[in-house]
Protein backbone atom coordinates (compact mmCIF):
# COMPACT_ATOMS: atom_id res chain seq x y z
CA UNK A 1 0.00 0.00 0.00
CA UNK A 2 0.99 3.68 -0.43
CA UNK A 3 1.91 5.84 2.36
CA UNK A 4 4.25 7.38 4.13
CA UNK A 5 6.52 5.52 6.85
CA UNK A 6 7.95 7.25 9.87
CA UNK A 7 10.85 5.73 12.22
CA UNK A 8 11.27 5.25 15.17
CA UNK A 9 7.83 5.72 16.60
CA UNK A 10 9.26 6.46 20.14
CA UNK A 11 12.80 7.71 20.70
CA UNK A 12 14.74 8.82 23.20
CA UNK A 13 17.98 11.06 23.51
CA UNK A 14 20.13 12.28 26.25
CA UNK A 15 20.68 16.14 26.18
CA UNK A 16 23.58 16.84 23.84
CA UNK A 17 23.16 13.89 21.43
CA UNK A 18 22.17 14.25 17.36
CA UNK A 19 19.34 12.10 16.44
CA UNK A 20 17.81 11.76 12.70
CA UNK A 21 14.07 11.03 12.33
CA UNK A 22 13.73 9.04 9.05
CA UNK A 23 10.47 9.57 6.68
CA UNK A 24 10.00 7.54 3.59
CA UNK A 25 6.92 7.77 1.15
CA UNK A 26 5.89 5.46 -1.99
CA UNK A 27 3.43 7.66 -3.36
CA UNK A 28 5.66 9.47 -6.16
CA UNK A 29 5.16 12.57 -4.23
CA UNK A 30 7.58 15.54 -5.17
CA UNK A 31 6.65 17.50 -2.03
CA UNK A 32 8.08 16.79 1.70
CA UNK A 33 7.40 18.25 5.09
CA UNK A 34 8.15 17.88 8.65
CA UNK A 35 5.96 19.59 11.32
CA UNK A 36 6.07 19.57 15.01
CA UNK A 37 3.68 19.47 17.32
CA UNK A 38 3.85 20.05 21.08
CA UNK A 39 0.65 19.07 23.53
CA UNK A 40 -1.79 20.84 23.21
CA UNK A 41 -0.28 23.13 20.09
CA UNK A 42 -1.18 23.12 16.67
CA UNK A 43 1.55 21.91 13.81
CA UNK A 44 4.47 24.14 13.16
CA UNK A 45 6.57 23.85 9.91
CA UNK A 46 10.19 22.88 10.60
CA UNK A 47 11.15 22.26 6.64
CA UNK A 48 10.13 21.82 3.50
CA UNK A 49 11.10 20.61 0.43
CA UNK A 50 10.00 20.35 -3.37
CA UNK A 51 12.66 18.50 -5.27
CA UNK A 52 15.15 16.00 -4.80
CA UNK A 53 18.42 18.27 -3.44
CA UNK A 54 16.41 21.81 -2.39
CA UNK A 55 14.81 22.16 0.53
CA UNK A 56 13.27 25.50 2.69
CA UNK A 57 13.48 26.77 6.37
CA UNK A 58 9.88 26.72 7.69
CA UNK A 59 8.91 28.66 10.68
CA UNK A 60 11.31 26.75 13.61
CA UNK A 61 14.27 25.51 11.47
CA UNK A 62 16.46 26.50 13.87
CA UNK A 63 18.34 23.21 15.67
CA UNK A 64 17.02 21.37 12.99
CA UNK A 65 18.66 20.26 9.21
CA UNK A 66 17.45 17.76 6.64
CA UNK A 67 18.36 16.00 3.28
CA UNK A 68 16.87 15.31 0.46
CA UNK A 69 19.20 12.93 -1.68
CA UNK A 70 16.40 10.62 -2.69
CA UNK A 71 12.62 11.65 -3.63
CA UNK A 72 11.30 8.95 -1.44
CA UNK A 73 13.31 10.04 1.81
CA UNK A 74 13.35 13.21 3.72
CA UNK A 75 15.06 12.40 6.81
CA UNK A 76 15.04 15.16 9.77
CA UNK A 77 18.26 15.40 12.17
CA UNK A 78 17.44 17.05 15.35
CA UNK A 79 20.33 18.37 16.53
CA UNK A 80 22.39 19.50 19.96
CA UNK A 81 21.37 23.37 19.32
CA UNK A 82 17.81 22.60 19.52
CA UNK A 83 16.71 23.80 22.66
CA UNK A 84 13.80 22.26 23.58
CA UNK A 85 13.84 18.77 21.34
CA UNK A 86 10.79 16.91 23.13
CA UNK A 87 7.85 16.71 21.11
CA UNK A 88 5.74 14.95 18.05
CA UNK A 89 7.08 15.27 14.91
CA UNK A 90 4.97 14.56 11.74
CA UNK A 91 6.36 13.98 8.43
CA UNK A 92 3.91 14.38 5.26
CA UNK A 93 4.40 14.67 1.35
CA UNK A 94 2.24 16.13 -1.41
CA UNK A 95 1.92 16.06 -5.00
CA UNK A 96 1.73 19.64 -5.39
CA UNK A 97 -0.82 21.69 -7.63
CA UNK A 98 1.44 21.44 -10.81
CA UNK A 99 1.49 17.96 -10.66
CA UNK A 100 -2.21 18.15 -10.98
CA UNK A 101 -2.86 17.26 -6.84
CA UNK A 102 -5.11 19.62 -4.96
CA UNK A 103 -2.86 20.56 -2.26
CA UNK A 104 -3.89 17.99 0.63
CA UNK A 105 -1.32 16.48 2.65
CA UNK A 106 -0.19 13.09 3.48
CA UNK A 107 0.95 12.13 6.96
CA UNK A 108 3.15 9.89 8.35
CA UNK A 109 2.19 7.94 11.72
CA UNK A 110 4.63 10.69 13.18
CA UNK A 111 7.53 10.13 15.31
CA UNK A 112 7.89 11.21 19.70
CA UNK A 113 11.02 12.02 20.90
CA UNK A 114 11.92 12.59 24.53
CA UNK A 115 14.91 13.87 25.53
CA UNK A 116 15.95 12.76 29.06
CA UNK B 1 -0.39 36.39 4.73
CA UNK B 2 -2.76 33.63 5.43
CA UNK B 3 -4.34 32.82 8.49
CA UNK B 4 -6.84 30.09 9.84
CA UNK B 5 -8.43 30.39 13.58
CA UNK B 6 -10.09 27.78 15.56
CA UNK B 7 -11.79 29.32 18.18
CA UNK B 8 -12.87 26.52 20.10
CA UNK B 9 -9.51 24.44 22.03
CA UNK B 10 -11.97 21.66 23.40
CA UNK B 11 -15.12 20.85 23.33
CA UNK B 12 -16.98 18.09 25.10
CA UNK B 13 -20.86 16.49 24.51
CA UNK B 14 -22.12 12.93 24.67
CA UNK B 15 -22.36 10.74 22.69
CA UNK B 16 -25.64 11.01 20.12
CA UNK B 17 -25.72 14.89 20.16
CA UNK B 18 -24.57 16.85 16.62
CA UNK B 19 -21.42 19.37 16.93
CA UNK B 20 -19.70 21.88 15.12
CA UNK B 21 -16.56 22.45 14.50
CA UNK B 22 -15.39 26.42 13.55
CA UNK B 23 -12.96 27.45 11.47
CA UNK B 24 -12.46 31.06 10.42
CA UNK B 25 -9.91 32.06 7.72
CA UNK B 26 -7.93 35.16 6.01
CA UNK B 27 -6.49 35.06 3.00
CA UNK B 28 -5.98 37.88 0.46
CA UNK B 29 -5.70 35.40 -2.43
CA UNK B 30 -9.19 34.93 -4.68
CA UNK B 31 -8.42 30.83 -5.50
CA UNK B 32 -7.60 28.26 -2.20
CA UNK B 33 -8.15 24.96 -1.48
CA UNK B 34 -9.93 24.36 2.53
CA UNK B 35 -9.19 21.17 4.02
CA UNK B 36 -10.24 19.37 7.43
CA UNK B 37 -7.95 16.69 8.98
CA UNK B 38 -8.57 14.46 11.94
CA UNK B 39 -5.87 13.33 14.24
CA UNK B 40 -7.56 10.68 16.43
CA UNK B 41 -4.84 9.54 19.92
CA UNK B 42 -2.37 7.10 17.57
CA UNK B 43 -1.54 10.38 16.07
CA UNK B 44 -1.76 10.33 12.40
CA UNK B 45 -3.57 13.53 10.64
CA UNK B 46 -6.37 11.78 8.44
CA UNK B 47 -7.48 13.92 6.01
CA UNK B 48 -11.40 14.66 5.55
CA UNK B 49 -12.14 17.03 2.84
CA UNK B 50 -10.98 19.68 0.77
CA UNK B 51 -13.21 22.25 -0.76
CA UNK B 52 -11.62 24.71 -3.50
CA UNK B 53 -13.03 28.74 -2.86
CA UNK B 54 -14.84 27.92 -5.98
CA UNK B 55 -17.79 25.71 -5.14
CA UNK B 56 -19.57 26.89 -2.20
CA UNK B 57 -22.11 23.76 -2.36
CA UNK B 58 -22.20 22.72 0.96
CA UNK B 59 -21.19 18.77 1.41
CA UNK B 60 -22.52 15.57 3.18
CA UNK B 61 -20.67 12.65 4.10
CA UNK B 62 -22.42 9.82 6.26
CA UNK B 63 -22.78 11.73 9.78
CA UNK B 64 -20.55 14.30 8.63
CA UNK B 65 -20.98 17.89 7.11
CA UNK B 66 -19.31 20.95 5.90
CA UNK B 67 -20.86 24.72 5.58
CA UNK B 68 -18.42 26.80 3.52
CA UNK B 69 -19.37 30.28 3.46
CA UNK B 70 -17.12 32.68 1.32
CA UNK B 71 -18.87 35.84 2.03
CA UNK B 72 -18.20 34.97 6.29
CA UNK B 73 -14.56 33.69 5.45
CA UNK B 74 -15.75 30.12 7.77
CA UNK B 75 -15.90 26.48 6.64
CA UNK B 76 -17.55 24.86 9.53
CA UNK B 77 -17.43 21.18 10.67
CA UNK B 78 -20.67 19.23 11.80
CA UNK B 79 -20.99 15.98 13.26
CA UNK B 80 -24.56 14.52 13.63
CA UNK B 81 -25.21 11.85 16.07
CA UNK B 82 -21.65 11.60 17.24
CA UNK B 83 -20.10 8.75 18.73
CA UNK B 84 -16.78 7.89 20.78
CA UNK B 85 -15.02 7.20 17.78
CA UNK B 86 -15.20 10.92 16.47
CA UNK B 87 -13.19 11.78 19.90
CA UNK B 88 -9.97 13.32 18.56
CA UNK B 89 -8.46 16.22 17.47
CA UNK B 90 -9.78 18.46 14.33
CA UNK B 91 -7.56 21.03 12.27
CA UNK B 92 -8.63 23.04 9.65
CA UNK B 93 -5.82 23.92 6.93
CA UNK B 94 -5.90 26.55 3.59
CA UNK B 95 -3.24 26.80 0.62
CA UNK B 96 -3.64 29.87 -1.61
CA UNK B 97 -3.74 27.96 -5.50
CA UNK B 98 -1.17 30.04 -6.88
CA UNK B 99 2.00 28.89 -8.42
CA UNK B 100 5.07 28.03 -6.11
CA UNK B 101 2.47 27.90 -2.98
CA UNK B 102 3.49 24.99 -0.81
CA UNK B 103 2.80 25.94 2.83
CA UNK B 104 -0.34 24.87 4.35
CA UNK B 105 -1.34 27.35 6.96
CA UNK B 106 -3.25 25.28 9.69
CA UNK B 107 -5.15 26.64 12.76
CA UNK B 108 -4.56 25.62 16.39
CA UNK B 109 -6.62 22.59 16.22
CA UNK B 110 -10.22 21.69 18.36
CA UNK B 111 -9.94 18.81 20.70
CA UNK B 112 -13.23 17.18 20.74
CA UNK B 113 -14.45 14.35 23.57
CA UNK B 114 -17.13 12.18 22.76
CA UNK B 115 -18.64 11.26 26.20
CA UNK B 116 -20.37 7.88 26.38
Known amino acids: DGGITQSPKYLFRKEGQNVTLSCEQN?????MYWYRQDPGQGLRLIYY???????QKGDIAEGYSVSREKKESFPLTVTSAQKNPTAFYLC???????????????FGEGSRLTVL | AQKVTQAQTEISVVEKEDVTLDCVYE???????LFWYKQPPSGELVFLIR??????QNEISGRYSWNFQKSTSSFNFTITASQVVDSAVYFC?????????????FGQGTRLTINP
Open chain 1, 92 to 106: ASRRGLAGGGAGELF
Open chain 1, 27 to 31: LNHDA
Open chain 1, 49 to 55: SQIVNDF
Open chain 2, 27 to 33: TRDTTYY
Open chain 2, 51 to 56: RNSFDE
Open chain 2, 93 to 105: ALIPIIQGAQKLV
